[in-house]
Each structure stands twice: as C-alpha cells, then as structure tokens.
C-alpha cells in the first residue's frame, strides 16, 4: 500500500505510527483547491514507484479541520513528510514533478542504507562498496571481522568513517587485541556479559583505549539502558 486516506480518528496510527517503521508523507488537501489537483498526482506517483518505500497519506482538511489546525495549516495544498513519527520535511504550494521526486528521493532509504540494514557480511560489504564511509554498516561489518580474528581488515574497514563513539571504541578495541591487554574483559564482550566486561574495563581506567572501548560499547547498547547509565556514572567518577 503505498498511498492511503486519513482521517482525524486514525492519523496517529496510520502516520505517526507507520513513519517509525518507513517514511510518510502527508498531503494536506481539499476538493476545491485547484492546486490541489495538479500537486497529488505527481505525489501519487512519485510515491507509487518506489515501491512502498514511501507511503502517501491524503487528510482532506475540509473533512478534518481538526487536524488541518494541529499542523498549522494556513494554505494548500501543504505536503509534511514524517520520519519516527517527527516532522523530517515540509513545503507549501504545487511544485513540478522535479521538485517532487527530489523531495521524495530525500525520504526513501539508498541502496546503501538498504543493504546495511541486511546486516549479512555481504550486504555489508555490498554497502561499503557503495559507500565506503557509511558507518553503520562499516561497524557491523568491522564486529564480523573481530569476531573471526581478521584485525587488520577490520581496522582497514574502520579507516575511511568518520570518528563517532562506536567507531573509536572498536578501534581502541583492537588496538588493545593487537597489544595483548584486556584480554578478559574483551572475552567477556564477546559472550554478551557486558556487566563483567565493564566492570574489568573500569578497573583498567584510566587507560585512554579502555575508556574508548567503554564509551563506544555504551553507545551500542544506548542511552536508556540502566547499566549504561550506571557505568557512565562509575566512568565519569573513576576519570573526573
């Protein structure tokens, strides 16, 4: 299903909701509305050949002024795209099809974030190949490589990304490997019993990869889990 009507009564779900899992754009429109007409079919049909990769909500704004108030719309036709369920693009007025189908080119996944969501080595080499500096797809493929013993590839896979948490964690990573140190601790990251890696890798401190490695397997598991923030808390008090 690629474009579908909403209505005040299910928006939530059929908008909010489904834009978690793919993008939604939402055009806001009314029957009497002149450039109404000429913008929709161009909306349909940019949304029509991508296959489901983004979907076309239409709200008729005299139907549910509610919602029409809610977005703040003062003239259509108004397009808003929607992204976990946030507002992620917008703009006012019919527009030609280029405009359009950049518009929606902007929304849907690349091919590279496609495969690297796959999350099967060749996908993810598939993705670098596209991409090379993608890192989502570059720390997944460097964990498979770690996982196997390939070291120097894996830092090789590492080389061109940006630096970010994860990344400069599983370089500390294996440097450490390379040098022989915290051999237990990275075991233990290995067999998913983080608490007891942490806990080996607090008491390396204040070593400057061990506290890389921390903070970029902290990252990983994310922000809202209790024992990242437990261990964010014992970091900061062992460093500070």
Not at 96 to 117: G, I, M, N, Q
Not at 210 to 216: A, E, H, N, Y
């Amino acid at each position: 299903m690629t474009v579908i009507d909403v209505s005040e009564a299910d928006f939530d779900l059929e908008v909010l909701e489904r834009s978690r899992a793919v993008p939604v754009v939402v055009d806001f429109w009314a029957s009497w509305c002149g450039p109404c007409r000429a913008l929709t079919p161009l909306l349909e049909d940019a949304a029509a050949t991508r296959e489901g990769a983004v979907v076309l909500a239409k709200v008729d704004t005299d139907a549910n002024p509610r919602l029409a108030q809610a977005f703040g719309i003062q003239g259509i036709p108004a397009v808003k795209a929607f992204r976990d369920a946030e507002l992620a693009a917008e703009f006012v007025g019919a527009q030609p099809r280029a405009v359009v189908e950049r518009f929606f080119d902007a929304l849907a996944p690349s091919e590279a974030e496609l495969l690297a969501a796959a999350g099967d080595e060749p996908s993810l080499r598939a993705a670098l190949a596209l991409e090379p500096g993608r890192a989502d797809a570059a720390t997944a493929l460097s964990r498979i490589l770690i996982a196997r013993g390939e070291l120097d590839e894996a830092l090789a896979v590492l080389e061109p990304v940006a630096d970010g948490f994860q990344v400069e964690g599983l370089r500390a990573r294996i440097r450490l490997s390379q040098a022989g140190e915290c051999a237990e601790a990275i075991a233990a990251l290995d067999a998913g019993e983080d608490e007891g890696a942490f806990e080996l890798l607090l008491g390396a401190l204040p070593a400057d990869d061990v506290r890389l490695l921390i903070v970029g397997e902290l990252d990983r598991r994310g922000a809202a889990d209790p024992l990242v923030r437990e261990t964010r808390r014992r970091l900061a008090a062992a460093l500070y």
